[in-house]
């Protein structure tokens, strides 16, 4: 991943499509969802949960194709 000054978020992947993403003006600081922090004391027995949801910080702007090498290959001879 790799975050520009100009508020781009390019992310590179090994084995799919690279994206290009732009950071939206939400924050998600409005939003009613609970604040979790490692640094929380937890009670003994305590746990925390959350359930995942779909982007809403980040608007996709490109998608660029694989170009990833071939890892495995199987040649068969069809001729005999």
Same mark, same amino acid.
Request: net charge negative; glycine share 6%; with cysteine.
């Given at each position: 991943m790799?975050?520009?000054?100009t508020g781009f978020l390019f992310v @590179? &992947? !090994?084995?799919? %499509?690279?994206?290009?993403?732009q950071a939206d003006c939400h924050l998600g600081d409005d939003d009613d969802?609970?604040?979790f922090s490692s640094a929380m004391p937890l009670e003994e027995g305590d746990t925390f949960f959350y359930a995942p949801r779909h982007l809403q %910080? +980040?608007? +996709?702007?490109? !998608?660029?194709? &694989?170009l990833s090498p071939?890892? @495995?290959c199987q040649i068969a001879d069809l001729g005999r």
């Amino acid at each position: 991943m790799c975050v520009l000054k100009t508020g781009f978020l390019f992310v @590179a &992947s !090994e084995f799919g %499509n690279h994206y290009l993403y732009q950071a939206d003006c939400h924050l998600g600081d409005d939003d009613d969802e609970p604040e979790f922090s490692s640094a929380m004391p937890l009670e003994e027995g305590d746990t925390f949960f959350y359930a995942p949801r779909h982007l809403q %910080n +980040l608007v +996709l702007v490109d !998608e660029l194709d &694989s170009l990833s090498p071939i890892m @495995a290959c199987q040649i068969a001879d069809l001729g005999r």
